[in-house]
């Protein structure tokens, strides 16, 4: 996501950072190479050319000119047109009543269906309570079975009336969901290869006989400038309330993300950054301004790992770590944790500075986990807990038993030992982190 405009951005910036001052010659060269990596990732032209005035303008300011370092002032004045450009204050969903109903509409393809599953899922991990889906897409073939699958998945009731009115089917789930204590209703709607008549009709009555706290537009990301099209179809016809960029994570160049808010005012509320059910992530300007200027991104880091991380079993981790006790068994916990949050890959690129420390191209095979459970599986209660009682022997039996090498069981041995050295010495406080 965005990364090739994020290396075309940082080239700008470093080249900016060995100048002595900023000039109006110099200034006009970045911002030609920003200009072009802009329209490149296929951010609309109208803002490209008022994003490149406003951060022309406010470069050759009295600000910059007084400035010791100008490099630093010109980041800045980056970033916050970048935040600007993408919304500027973060845009919250608007939740009252109850229950709080929320409509998803999209063209066909966009990624709806699976997208109102993980809105679900997310308003019950954030909020703790109980959402209904409501099967309203009664055209395109297994929709209906789509979302009952992703209801089982996720442990979340959906509501079905086969191919009966969409507008019946949605009057009829807000008062099931009244009966039943439910606390959000989203209603998955129908959606077209493109936008058309019939459809927006069928939209339009259900919005007039529902009143949805929220209309949702479900957007792929690839559509790239055709997006402000496809925003003004909808928003001609229906009051939306903000948008969900889906596939981010794909091979997109992000023009729709930077050019959405300022050209159609609709904010972006949420974007898709997995297939998985929980590959939803609120949308926050200032944090995707910092991922894209490669300063990374610590709080949606802390967010991910509070979120899939058991708080219990963590303190538990800490207490031993504290007495010395930490062993195999709960290093194999550990690993079963992480593997929660997904990819490394993604995580480590939201370090402050992992690009220019070379941590953007490591590759972290999911398999190599597996293989370190493998290992540790194969081991007794007793090896677990007491590794140095592992020799030649046992080692061979546990490099047979998981279908590793005895080099891999060594090289596993050796890793927790240093674990738990560093564990030591943070423990003794003589640990310092080597930057």
């Not at 972006?268 to 300063?295: C, H, N, Q, W």
């Amino acid at each position: 996501m965005f990364e090739s405009l994020g290396d075309r951005l940082q080239a700008a910036i470093d080249k900016i950072k060995g100048y002595g001052k900023i000039t109006e010659e110099n200034i006009s060269e970045i911002t030609r190479e920003i200009r072009l990596a802009l329209l490149e990732a296929d951010v609309n032209y109208i803002v490209v050319k008022e994003f490149i005035n406003n951060v022309k303008e406010k470069a050759l300011g009295e600000e910059v000119a007084k400035s010791l370092k100008p490099g630093e002032v010109f980041v800045k004045i980056l970033k916050d047109e970048l935040v600007d450009l993408l919304g500027g204050e973060k845009s919250d969903l608007y939740i009252s009543g109850s229950p709080s109903i929320l409509m998803l509409v999209g063209l066909q393809g966009s990624g709806k269906t699976t997208t109102i599953g993980k809105l679900a899922n997310m308003l019950r991990k954030k909020y703790k309570k109980k959402p209904l889906l409501v099967a309203c897409d009664i055209y395109r073939p297994a929709a209906i079975d789509q979302l009952k699958q992703l209801g089982r998945e996720l442990n979340i009731e959906v509501y079905s009336e086969g191919t009966n009115d969409p507008v019946e089917i949605s009057k009829n789930a807000i008062k099931y969901a009244k009966e039943h204590n439910f606390d959000y209703v989203l209603i998955d709607t129908a959606g077209r290869l493109h936008i058309d008549e019939q459809l927006m009709t069928e939209l339009k009555n259900i919005n007039a006989e529902v009143k949805p706290n929220e209309i949702l537009l479900v957007l792929d990301s690839m559509v790239g400038q055709d997006a402000i099209n496809v925003i003004n179809g909808f928003n001609d016809s229906l009051p939306l309330t903000g948008a969900i960029l889906t596939k981010l994570d794909g091979d997109t160049r992000g023009g729709a993300a930077l050019s959405i808010r300022h050209l159609t005012n609709i904010p972006i509320k949420f974007i898709g950054v997995s297939e998985k059910l929980d590959g939803l992530e609120e949308f926050y300007p200032e944090r995707m301004a910092t991922r894209i200027l490669g300063m990374g991104d610590l709080m949606s880091m802390i967010e991910k790992a509070e979120s899939v991380i058991d708080e219990e079993e963590a303190m538990k981790a800490a207490k031993k770590i504290k007495k010395g006790e930490f062993d195999l068994d709960d290093f194999l916990n550990q690993m079963k944790q992480i593997k929660k949050l997904g990819p490394l890959e993604n995580l480590i690129k939201m370090i402050p500075g992992a690009k220019k420390m070379g941590l953007t191209n490591v590759q972290i095979n999911p398999k190599d986990i597996a293989h370190i459970e493998a290992i540790i599986q194969s081991m007794t209660m007793e090896e677990r807990r007491n590794p140095s009682i592992l020799k030649a022997n046992r080692k061979i039996r546990i490099a047979n038993g998981s279908g590793r090498s005895v080099e891999e069981v060594n090289r596993l041995l050796k890793q927790f030992e240093e674990m738990k050295k560093m564990m030591k010495m943070m423990k003794n406080g003589n640990f310092k982190m080597p930057f």
